[in-house]
């Protein structure tokens, strides 16, 4: 099975940089996914790693080590508009498909 | 292209009813995967359809089903409904090129009384 742990609540101040962590546990590692959700809406893709390093999106970054089982989603420059939960999932390539197990989200608050 | 569309968006059941959720993916993906949501929970897999059939499912008692047309629409059965099922269904479909990742839809919000 899988266990994905990240922080329930996380606060922050607009222009600040905030770093989101998750930690897993799988079988068979096939990549690791961050997905923002503002309250009352659907998930949207934020960023995905399958190999160790860091991936630069505009304001957002995310980090994986595979060897710590270990992610996290950067930041920067924090507007209020960024207050949403942040899941992070991860694939498993013991599936034949595409099965995500999301982590319980962490709910972000960018205050002024 | 249109997203992923999903109907009804609200529904209110009694308990020991059942109930069908409808998705259109995105046009051209063939993989269409449920989740229910919850406070207590979180995001959890119920299934995934790819052309038509089950290709994985989660850990969810068999009052739970899904199928997959031949368009890839998906639509998913509650039976015997409980209080506990009260969530939100989402859908998703996977994008056909690298990394795969899943365009949710809006949800069903289901309220079982």
């Known amino acids: 099975g899988q266990n994905i742990d990240q922080p329930t609540e996380m606060t922050a101040t607009e222009g600040a940089i905030v770093q989101i962590n998750c930690t897993y546990q799988t079988s068979g590692f096939n990549g690791l996914f961050w997905y923002q959700q503002h309250a009352g809406e659907a998930p949207t893709f934020l960023s995905y790693?399958?190999?160790?390093g860091l991936e630069e999106k505009g304001r957002f970054s995310s980090f994986l080590s595979r060897s710590k089982g270990y992610s996290y989603l950067l930041l920067k420059e924090l507007q209020m508009k960024d207050s949403a939960s942040y899941l992070c999932a991860v694939r498993d390539h013991n599936n034949a498909g595409n099965m995500l197990t999301f982590g319980g989200g962490t709910r972000l608050m960018v205050k002024p | 292209k249109a997203g992923v569309t999903q109907t009804p968006r609200y529904l209110i059941k009694t308990r020991g009813q059942q109930v069908t959720l409808s998705c259109s993916p995105i046009?051209?993906?063939?993989?269409v995967s449920w989740y229910q949501q919850t406070p207590g929970q979180g995001l959890q897999f119920l299934f995934e359809?790819?052309?038509?059939?089950?290709?994985n499912k989660g850990n969810f008692p068999g009052r739970f089903s899904g199928r997959q047309f031949s368009n890839s629409r998906s639509e998913m059965n509650v039976s015997t409904l409980e209080l506990g099922d009260s969530a939100l269904y989402l859908c998703?479909?996977?994008?056909?090129?690298?990394?795969?990742?899943?365009?949710f839809g809006p949800g069903t919000r289901l309220t079982v009384t």
């Open positions: 998703a479909s996977m994008g056909s090129g690298f990394p795969y990742e899943q365009y």
């Open positions: 359809y790819f052309s038509e059939t089950q290709r």
């Open positions: 046009s051209g993906h063939r993989s």
């Open positions: 790693n399958v190999l160790d």
